[in-house]
């Protein structure tokens, strides 16, 4: 059979119709679909693939059952590597991952593995396929810190082995940027995120929300009183950043992370009683997914949307697909524009943005080319709304409380690259709280990585 | 879930819970709050805690019906319980990590403002339970908005109270007595504390900074996690932004900006209201409101 260099499109809701809808945008492949796509992969016998997937899922193996309609057997495959497959499916940023590595891209489309990933997590969802316990029971109890990517995994993992586990949530639903950060439209929370969490706890982990470690209960207390032989700390980077801006503390303006957790984990987009903010224009400052993430969400509560950028278009952190859609939603981006002011009413309510050109100078220690402000160039933006999308960083809440604990300058927790170790024994880290905000699939490789490291160490104990 | 042990109605807006919540008793201070959320669909809100029983397991919450959410919570029975109780949050009042021998020597005077009462009388309790002199004087606008009289009588060297029509104790504001108990009766204290209403921490601060008291005040501003993750309940204090939730909630009264905060306060207020609105009247809410573009 020849190759075929293209990939089988995936379909997706019509944009005009998608902006006023939290429902999915990408509505996945069926099954004729996928057995279609599978047909692509060439199984490699050294699969590049493997290597650019962080958990390192066998990826030929799986598309080869998939391509044979053993979906059961294809989710097993995954299930070896990944508890969570129909969340990475979606969010993953294939292109830089194990799509990129694919040796199809080179003359054509790589094969579509994301998707395919996906598909197979929903058809086992939705065929009541679930993953199976431990049959061995060990002793030892973990405590894990946070219930998003990287302590979901780490748990899944760890009771996979037997050990016996327990997650310590500090919101009233686990699940971390998972339900309260990926808008609906890209990340279902009933049909998808529910349902993968609760796979983890039929492996046997338990979850105990509303308990913010370091206030309603310590490290040590967790190790000396509650009896957890070891902890891992998966708590994220949920501290968000401002600039500093005259008139950010205007009514109007908002962090990402508040817009996104009303929206998201609040459901203020239905019938629950959080509030939102409804603006006719809105500016959204900073160029990552987050960013994506709130102006699409603005988008769809009503508001006209742009997108302000220091740097240009190729500079973007944000994922293509997202970027993509977003410019299909109706976004309007400005790049080289980088905010000086935010301009108030005398009721202290948003009335526009100042914003400055920017020009591109010397590539900074980022490798990326620093921005120039260029002198003279201000000009207003008319909006009532602001949303601040620049990043966040580690809550020192955990590292202050707990003895022995090392961070960087960042507030990051200092650990091991292999294992997760702490600089205190029989504590481990890892996923945001140690790189500060990066993506889903290292956070949960690096929840992996500690498991690998906790049981390691349980087991000379 | 957190089970509710004990409800009493204060007075006619002002409820008192004691709720099981284990974690939180254990560990809770005075000046730290919890974040409630009473049904699946419900928000999360803060709430001061005003006392604790740790062999229980419970913490005492008082609230004032002044929205949806508050709304709901009053309907709450003893038996019934919270969807959700986090915490302890926030930083404890200074004075829980101060030398005790320094404290002992330090006169405290405490103003709370109506609902603003619950918050203040853990503070007394402990202070004086520490043999700490502690006055306090409550402030309210009248008679049946007075709460905690009593138990504060026992957990405090003097109570003045304050209506603003005179219907008990004295006729006049809180800040009225401490001026009163300063100037004419040449009192002297080392600290204030001053909770309440935004509008009256802040008459409270002027005054305390023309008598040279060092002034804590407990802000309560907009909050959704209440763990430092979304900056909801930023406030301005010396000029650098703070996150209440994390920093606080108690600022040095003297370096808030409370002309920001009490315009941040105003957000959501129309929507808080419209809603209230709607479920109260249901069908028969037409508008009138002057914010849903009703007919009046």
Redesign the interface.
Request: cysteine-free.
């Given at each position: 059979m020849p190759l075929r260099k293209e990939k089988v499109p995936v379909r997706e809701q019509d944009a005009k119709e998608r902006a006023c809808n939290f429902d999915e945008v990408c509505l996945g492949y069926n099954e004729e679909e996928a057995v279609s796509e599978a047909g692509r992969c060439l199984h490699c016998k050294n699969p590049l693939c493997v290597g650019g997937c962080p958990v390192s899922i066998h990826i030929p193996e799986f598309i080869a059952a998939v391509k044979e309609r053993e979906f059961e057997k294809a989710f097993h495959i995954i299930n070896e590597s990944s508890s969570l497959p129909a969340i990475c499916g979606r969010v993953c940023p294939q292109e830089s991952q194990c799509e990129g590595q694919c040796i199809l891209g080179k003359s054509g489309d790589p094969v579509a593995i994301g998707k395919l990933e996906r598909f197979v997590a929903d058809w086992a969802r939705e065929h009541h396929i679930m993953p199976e316990k431990a049959k061995e029971v060990k002793d030892q109890k973990v405590a894990i810190v946070g219930s998003g990517p990287a302590g979901l995994a780490c748990a899944g993992d760890l009771a996979k082995m037997g050990y016996q586990v327990k997650i310590f949530e500090?919101?009233?639903e686990p699940g971390g940027v998972l339900v309260y950060g990926i808008p609906e439209f890209r990340l279902p929370k009933d049909e998808v995120v529910a349902p993968e969490i609760e796979n983890v706890r039929r492996l046997g982990v338990e979850i105990e929300?509303?308990?913010?470690v370091g206030?309603?209960?310590t490290v040590d207390e967790l190790m000396e009183e509650e009896g957890f032989d070891a902890v891992f700390i998966g708590s994220g980077a949920?501290?968000?950043k401002?600039m500093?801006l005259p008139g950010?503390?205007a009514?109007?303006v908002?962090?990402a992370?508040?817009f996104l957790?009303?929206n998201n984990l609040?459901?203020a987009f239905m019938?629950?009683?959080?509030?939102i903010?409804h603006g006719k224009k809105v500016a959204v400052v900073g160029g990552g997914n987050v960013a994506m993430d709130a102006a699409r969400t603005a988008l769809r509560l009503g508001s006209q949307t742009y997108i302000i950028y220091r740097r240009s278009e190729a500079e973007l952190p944000a994922r293509l697909e997202e970027i993509h859609h977003a410019k299909e939603e109706g976004i309007v981006f400005h790049f080289l524009t980088n905010p000086v002011e935010i301009l108030t009413n005398e009721?202290?309510w948003v009335t526009g943005i100042r914003c400055q050109k920017m020009e591109l100078g010397e590539p900074d220690a980022s490798g990326r080319r620093r921005p120039i402000p260029v002198e003279g160039s201000e000009f207003d933006i008319e909006v009532d709304g602001v949303i601040m999308a620049l990043g966040?960083s580690p809550?020192p809440?955990i590292s202050s409380t707990t003895e022995g604990l090392e961070t960087d300058r960042r507030h990051c927790l200092v650990a091991d690259k292999e294992d997760g170790a702490t600089t205190r024994p029989g504590v481990f880290a890892g996923g945001d709280a140690v790189t500060g905000a990066a993506t889903v699939i290292l956070a949960m490789g690096a929840g992996k990585a500690a498991a690998a490291g906790i049981d390691k160490y349980l087991k000379k104990v | 879930m957190y089970r509710i042990h004990h409800v009493e109605k204060l007075t006619d807006t002002i409820y008192k819970m004691d709720v099981e919540a284990p974690r939180v008793a254990k560990r809770c201070q005075p000046g730290e709050f919890v974040i409630v959320r009473t049904d699946e669909k419900g928000e999360r809100i803060p709430l001061t805690i005003c006392d604790y029983d740790r062999e229980k397991g419970c913490i005492t919450i008082v609230f004032q019906v002044v929205g949806q959410s508050t709304e709901k919570m009053k309907q709450l029975k003893a038996g019934d319980a919270f969807k959700d109780i986090t915490g302890p949050l926030g930083k404890p009042s200074d004075f829980v990590d101060e030398d005790l021998e320094t404290l002992k020597k330090k006169r405290y005077i405490l103003i709370a403002g109506g609902v603003g009462t619950a918050p203040i009388y853990p503070q007394a309790k402990w202070l004086h339970e520490r043999h700490i002199p502690v006055d306090v004087i409550i402030g309210a606008r009248s008679k049946d908005l007075l709460i905690l009289t009593e138990e504060m009588k026992e957990v405090c060297d003097h109570l003045y109270i304050m209506t603003d029509d005179g219907s008990f104790g004295e006729k006049g504001v809180g800040t009225d007595k401490l001026d009163q108990l300063v100037k004419e009766q040449q009192e002297h204290y080392d600290r204030c504390v001053a909770i309440g209403p935004m509008i009256m921490m802040k008459f409270v601060c002027l005054h305390t900074k023309e008598l040279g008291i060092p002034t804590t005040v407990s802000l309560n501003p907009i909050m959704v996690d209440g763990t430092g993750m979304c900056g909801a309940c930023r406030v301005s204090v010396g000029g650098e932004v703070k996150f209440a939730c994390v920093d606080g909630p108690e600022f040095d009264g003297h370096q808030v900006d409370f002309d920001q905060a009490m315009k941040r306060q105003q957000m959501y207020k129309t929507e808080e209201g419209r809603r209230m609105l709607e479920q109260l009247e249901g069908e028969t809410h037409h508008g009138g409101c002057g914010q849903c573009g009703g007919e009046a």
């Open positions: 500090a919101l009233h929300t509303d308990v913010i206030k309603s209960v949920g501290l968000p401002f500093g950010e503390q009514n109007g908002f962090s992370n508040e957790t009303r609040m459901k019938d629950y009683d959080t509030p903010f009721d202290g966040t809550n809440l | -």
